[in-house]
Structures are given as C-alpha cells and as structure tokens.
C-alpha cells in the first residue's frame, strides 16, 4: 500500500460528521472537568491569598474572586453548550468564542499546559463555522479542524523531544514524580516507553484510528490516575484523537 | 482559509521549536525534568511544616527553584510562627529564616 494511502496523506483535512460531533462533545466535557477541578483544587484559596499563587506567570495580576467567579461561570457554561448542542452550528459557534476569550484571560493570569490546549482548540474552531448537520460535511474540506488534528502531534512530539533533550529516558526523573516507588530500571523501562508511546501516538492514529484511539485513552487514564489535575489535559487529547476517525469514502 | 490554517501552523511549530531549545519559555514541557525534592520545614517550635497543604491540590512540584518560593510564601503567611528552619537533606542546604523584613523568608542557597 503506498505511504500517502496507508496514512491518509490525501484527504488530512477531510473528517467524518460523527467523528466531529463526539469530538466536540468530549471537549465541551473536558471544559467542564477544568471548572471542577480548579473548584475541587482550592483555586479559589489561591485568589484569597490562602494558597501560594500558583502558575501565576504576573502577565495578568491575580484578579478579584468576583472574576474568577465569573470566568468559571463562563467556561462551564460554554462546555456544557458544547456537549448538548454539538450539532447546532449557532450554539458551537458562540460557545467556542466564549471559551477562546475567557480561557486566554485564564491563561495569561495562571499559565498551565492544559489551559493553553484548550485555549488553542477554542480559537481554532472560532475560525471556520462547524455544521456537522450539512450532507457535504465528509465532501468537503476542514483546515481549521485539520489545524487541530496538528495540534495533537505537536504535543506529543515536543512533550517527546522536550523528555530527550532534558535526560528523561534516565528514569530520575519519573522516578522524583512517584515519590521514588519505582526502581531504577523500572524507572528507565518506563521512561523510554512514555517517550516512545508519545512519539508513535500520531503515526498510530493515522494508520489506525481506532487502535491509536485506545491507546490515546489508555494513556491517559493511567497518567490521571497517577497525577492529580491532568484529567481535563487527558480528555481534550482523546477528544482530538476522535477527530481521526476516517472520512466517509465518497459515493457511500 | 487555508492559507491562514497554514500559516498558524508553521508559526505554533515554530514557537514550539524555540520553547525546546530555550529554557524557561512556557511550550509542551511535561514531567521531563523533575528534581528530587526532599526538605524539612520546621517553624521555632519545632513543629514540621507541610508545604503541599499551601498549594491548590493536584499541584506537583517539579523543581527546586519552585519549592523554595512555597518555602517563602509559607514564612510570609505564618510569620507568628518564625523563625523556621529549612533544610533539604540531599543538597546539604540548611537554613534559618527570619521571617522579619522584606528577605526574612527567602531561602538564599546556589542551586
């Protein structure tokens, strides 16, 4: 089978109505696990003064708690949007503006990487209308969505480069994040599979979407069990490999 | 559209190229470089101090630098509390810190 074929290389901004309906359904979900697990987190105490203000980077001063009150109120409200009303084109439209300008408020007053991709699959969706509802919708083009599809091999691939260029594959590392319950060559074992599984995921999901999907989801179940707060990360990943599912082959 | 689409895309690979190669700019760094992180903090009683619970739960520390700055937010809040010692048994760091005037919780050590 020729590469451009085996991967899909000719149609990587084709995508499949019902792919994109779950797909924003499980990001609308994953808005609305950050809401609760910064509530859940005591994000609140950090805006009191209780806690230590943590991720605040100072580009945006730690606002009042009437505006954190608010963002979240937002956020939720848009994630909720998302996952009922997928499938209107006027609903999406509004609830992924909402969710692009608040989360870049939210990012710039306490940066976190999850915080950042949900903020980015937001403003991607902003740029072109989604009606998942169209018969053409498997016919024709989608870059702004191929946009995202990209967005996922970025993260794997740099999370991948940045774990080699920083002596990950040694273990330590993984190691120090498990309180040391690992064993050195465990540790080592361990370390070069996550590195491995990150660089392979996207080659995976185009080859084989419902296996790299799996994967995807195996993945991060075990890091949400492992790390407290990285559950919404974990579903805004699943959520954009959902978006590889194949396209319906024209004339069917 | 799709010129922009493309455009956004080279430029975010671009960006992600410079955050890898330079320390300290926000890009997808996760749990690639986390530094033992054993310390005591004890206020003038004695009595041991757990950082974590001055932290919103689910935050992992990752480096020391980070762990020091919780050590001084720790010192500004329980100043009634101080002096308090502060110790990090792998680094052989031991310190006393104040708690009185604008440097009387920064823990001064080279890393």
């Known amino acids: ?252 | 559209m799709r010129s922009l689409c493309r455009a956004l895309l080279v430029l975010n690979v671009l960006y992600c190229l410079l955050a890898a190669a330079q320390e300290g700019i926000p890009g997808w760094h996760m749990f690639e470089s986390v530094e033992p992180l054993d310390h005591v903090l004890r206020d003038r009683e004695g009595r041991v101090l757990d950082v974590r619970e001055y932290l919103p739960r689910g935050a992992n520390l990752v480096d020391r630098g980070e762990l020091r700055k919780v050590v001084a937010f720790v010192c500004e809040r329980e100043r009634a509390w101080a002096p308090f010692t502060y110790a990090e048994p792998s680094t052989g760091l031991e310190v006393t810190l104040s708690g009185s005037g604008p440097k009387g919780c920064v823990v001064h050590a080279a890393r």
């Open chain 1, 1 to 252: 089978m020729p590469l451009a074929e085996a991967f899909r290389l000719r149609a990587l901004e084709r995508f499949d109505a019902r792919a994109v309906t779950w797909f924003l359904r499980l990001f609308g979900a994953a808005l609305v696990v950050d809401v609760a697990t910064e509530v859940m987190a005591g994000v609140w105490l950090v805006h009191t003064g209780a806690l230590y203000p943590w991720r605040h980077l100072g580009i945006v001063p730690l606002y009042p708690r009437s505006v954190l009150a608010i963002e979240w109120a937002l956020r939720a409200a848009a994630g909720l949007a998302l996952v009922a009303g997928a499938r209107r084109v006027k609903v999406v439209g509004a609830a992924v503006r909402v969710a692009a300008l608040v989360l870049l408020v939210a990012v710039l007053e306490r940066y976190s990487n999850h915080g950042v991709l949900l903020f980015l699959i937001a403003f991607y969706l902003t740029l072109a209308p989604l009606d998942v509802t169209s018969p053409t919708f498997g016919e024709r083009d989608h870059p702004a969505l191929g946009l995202v599809r990209a967005q996922l091999a970025i993260v794997y691939v740099f999370s991948a480069v940045n774990k080699l260029t920083h002596g990950f594959a040694g273990g330590h590392s993984l190691s120090n994040l498990l309180g040391g319950a690992l064993s050195g060559g465990l540790a080592r074992a361990l370390s070069v599979v996550v590195i491995a599984t990150e660089l392979a995921l996207p080659l995976v999901l185009l080859r084989w979407p419902r296996a790299g999907l799996v994967a995807v989801i195996a993945m991060h179940v075990a890091f949400a069990a492992l790390l407290p707060g990285v559950a919404s990360f974990g579903l805004a990943m699943t959520a954009m490999a959902v978006l590889f599912a194949p396209p319906p082959r024209q004339g069917t």
